[in-house]
């Protein structure tokens, strides 16, 4: 599970078989304590939907909205062959 901001628009495809793809970026900041140290915990990941259950909520993924999300995490290789990591939902939901 990962929360945080919608960073990027959120794209849409479609699969040969006919399945919505549906993916953007989400940006998450917080702060975690590692070794009775606080550090800054920053990353951005591309979130991947597939799915019918998804056309209704994309449709309210805007740049800026917060969301929560609970998935899967999953390598693949970008156009240079570099492994990235996304993460493959299962279920997102708005928070404040």
């Known amino acids: 599970m990962l929360s945080g901001t919608v960073a990027t ?5 479609q699969s040969p078989a006919g399945i919505p793809h549906y ?3 989400l940006e998450h900041r917080s702060r975690q ?3 009775n140290l606080e550090r800054q915990a920053w990353c951005k990941i591309q979130v991947i939907l597939n799915g019918n259950q998804f056309s209704l909520i994309t449709q309210q993924i805007k740049v800026g909205c917060k969301v929560r999300v609970k998935g899967f995490i999953h390598s693949h290789k970008d156009y240079n ?7 493959h939902t299962e279920q ?5």
């Open 33 to 35: 304590v590692e070794a």
């Open 92 to 96: 997102i939901e708005f928070i404040d």
């Open 9 to 13: 628009h959120l794209k849409q495809s």
């Open 23 to 25: 993916s953007f970026y």
């Open 81 to 87: 062959g570099l492994s990235q990591l996304s993460l």
